[in-house]
């Protein structure tokens, strides 16, 4: 870190957690754009390649601006918390995905999950995993009996992960009681944070293992770059297993991405202050409009998983969804009409971005399937934004005006 005092505040963690002074005096660290690193002398060259001089190598092995990122992502998942952590950047979510599953399953083994996940994450499940004989176990994690019966008896079961709030019913599940189930039976837990943040919820203080994070949403914040991110508790895990798998899968980040995320990272506190302060005033506007049938917002007292989200989130967040009552044609409808907000996939940038899942997403997926997940022909998800509210709520009651 570049400041010696003893930092109290979350947003000074943010902004100045993870910095090194910069050899040229540079106040940001820049982009390196540099493939290779160079050795003084062949002594050095097999120092940094045994790790008794730690430094930098080679690209693919990380640079000065992506450690930046790293540790600032580290310090804010732990901050308050007293826990070390060990953060690896990669080059999308599902990168960190890929280095989470690979680094802890061999064939045979399995993954103990939820219905709702994010779409990519169920595909690389079922696509990828599932051909490498790693299965996963779907099952409704709400139902905690249930869950401590899979752990009982299948001792193939090596981790649990979780994704709270999930895409994109926000359904939540309790970390404090499932990551002490799973702990009680010996397994590994691993939580997908990216709809909360760290601002808004900390997997880490109940004990889990592994958090990922898409960086591309929340913590970039500006919708300017891909990124993932995996941070571990076990630093010697993370230092091997897991780097030697980052590695080797290239899924590497870049300075550019680094960059752009260490710059985004440094406002969270402040923009989720006001993604959070929007989203329950549309929450609100949206629940008492008559073309809708039903919104599914955690801050909302009726959204099954009200309490489990007060229990475990400072603040029920900025992602949400809600079901149009005229259906397909309908849903088209409403995102034809929009202005001002954007018509677009991914969230957690300023802007406010809305999608409708059945005629973009899961458009390839049957009514039937998707019913089950609650993705309904007229179910529109919503990433709330910081624009003044009273655009948002303008633009979104002009364009539920026909329906
Ligand atoms: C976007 C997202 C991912 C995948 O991240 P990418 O950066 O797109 O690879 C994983 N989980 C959640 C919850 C996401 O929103």
């Given at each position: 870190m570049g400041t010696k005092l003893p930092l109290t505040g979350w947003s000074s963690v943010a902004i100045h957690g993870g910095h090194s002074a910069e050899p040229r005096h540079a106040h940001l660290t820049p982009?390196?754009?540099?493939s290779t690193y160079v050795f003084d002398s062949a002594e050095q060259g097999m120092d940094r390649f045994t790790g008794k001089e730690p430094s930098y190598i080679y690209g693919r092995f990380g640079n000065p601006t992506i450690t930046e990122a790293e540790e600032k992502i580290a310090a804010l998942e732990t901050f308050g918390l007293n826990i070390p952590a060990k953060a690896i950047l990669h080059a999308s979510g599902m990168g960190a995905l890929a280095t989470l599953f690979l680094a802890n399953l061999k064939a045979g083994e399995k993954i103990l999950t939820h219905f709702s996940l994010y779409g990519g994450t169920e595909e690389l499940i079922h696509r990828v995993l599932k051909d490498l004989n790693i299965e996963a176990v779907i099952t409704?994690?709400?139902?905690l009996a249930q869950a401590e019966t899979h752990l009982k008896n299948?001792?193939?079961?090596?981790m649990v992960y979780l994704e709270t709030?999930?895409?994109?019913?926000l359904q939540c599940v309790d970390l404090e009681a499932l990551i002490s189930l799973a702990k009680q039976y010996g397994k590994k837990v691993a939580c997908d944070n990216t709809f909360a943040t760290p601002y808004l919820q900390q997997p880490f203080a109940y004990g889990a293992d592994f958090i990922m994070h898409s960086t591309t949403k929340f913590l970039n914040g500006h919708g300017t770059a891909i990124g993932g991110v995996l941070i571990g508790t076990d630093i010697e895990f993370m230092k091997t297993i897991a780097t030697k798998k980052h590695r080797l899968l290239g899924a590497n980040s870049n300075g550019f991405d680094a960059f752009m995320l260490v710059q985004g990272m440094k406002t969270l506190e402040v923009r989720m202050e006001r993604h959070c302060h929007n989203a329950m005033e549309v929450a609100h506007f949206l629940d008492?409009?008559?073309?809708?049938?039903k919104v599914n917002y955690?801050?909302?007292?009726?959204?099954?998983d009200h309490a489990i989200a007060n229990k475990q989130m400072r603040h029920p967040g900025a992602m949400m969804s809600f079901e149009l009552k005229k259906g397909l044609e309908g849903g088209m409808a409403f995102m034809n009409r929009l202005q001002m907000c954007v018509r677009a996939v991914s969230l957690g940038t300023c802007d406010t971005l809305l999608s409708h899942p059945a005629s973009t997403?899961?458009?390839?997926?049957?009514k039937e399937e998707r019913e089950k997940y609650g993705?309904?022909?007229g179910l529109i998800r919503m990433s709330v934004g910081m624009e003044s509210i009273q655009d948002i709520l303008h633009d979104l009651d002009q364009a539920l005006s026909t329906q």
């Open positions: 982009i390196y754009a540099s409704d994690l709400h139902d299948d001792p193939a079961i090596r709030p999930a895409n994109p019913t008492t409009h008559p073309a809708i049938a955690t801050g909302l007292p009726q959204h099954p997403t899961h458009f390839g997926v049957s993705i309904t022909d």
